[in-house]
């Protein structure tokens, strides 16, 4: 199993990002796929949960609003669609093969190195 996140970087506040993550090694279509994140200094934070067919999504309502998750199983990729980003976004996000609030609390779950996200003026 590996997951390849990408699509991080600087951006002021307001702006916005896009998220990509590719999995190989997995039949990708079969599996829950979420987005955490880490803060400088925090545990884990759960950003999105997306079901397998896309079709289900569920979002803390820290994010809810602005941030969507997305999939195209064709294509084996993983998305996340960040707008009106706050300095509080800022992090290191990661793609995970799982629902992401077993993930955060320590579920055995694979994920990606992950992608830097720094909002900031």
């Known amino acids: 199993v590996q997951l390849v996140e990408s699509g991080g970087g600087l951006v002021l506040p307001g702006g916005s990002l896009r998220l990509s993550c590719a999995a190989f090694?997995?039949?990708?279509?079969?599996?829950?796929m979420s987005w955490v994140r880490q803060a400088p200094g925090k545990g884990l934070e759960w950003v999105a949960d997306?079901?397998?067919?896309?079709?289900?999504?569920y979002y803390p309502d820290s994010v809810k609003g602005r941030f969507t998750i997305f999939r195209n199983n064709a294509k084996n990729t993983l998305y996340l669609q960040m707008n009106s980003l706050k300095p509080e976004d800022t992090g290191l996000y990661h793609c995970a093969r799982g629902p992401g609030r077993a993930v955060v609390v320590g579920g055995d779950y694979p994920r990606g190195q992950g992608t830097q996200v720094t909002v900031s003026s």
């Open positions: 090694g997995f039949t990708f279509s079969d599996y829950v």
């Open positions: 997306i079901n397998s067919s896309g079709g289900i999504r």
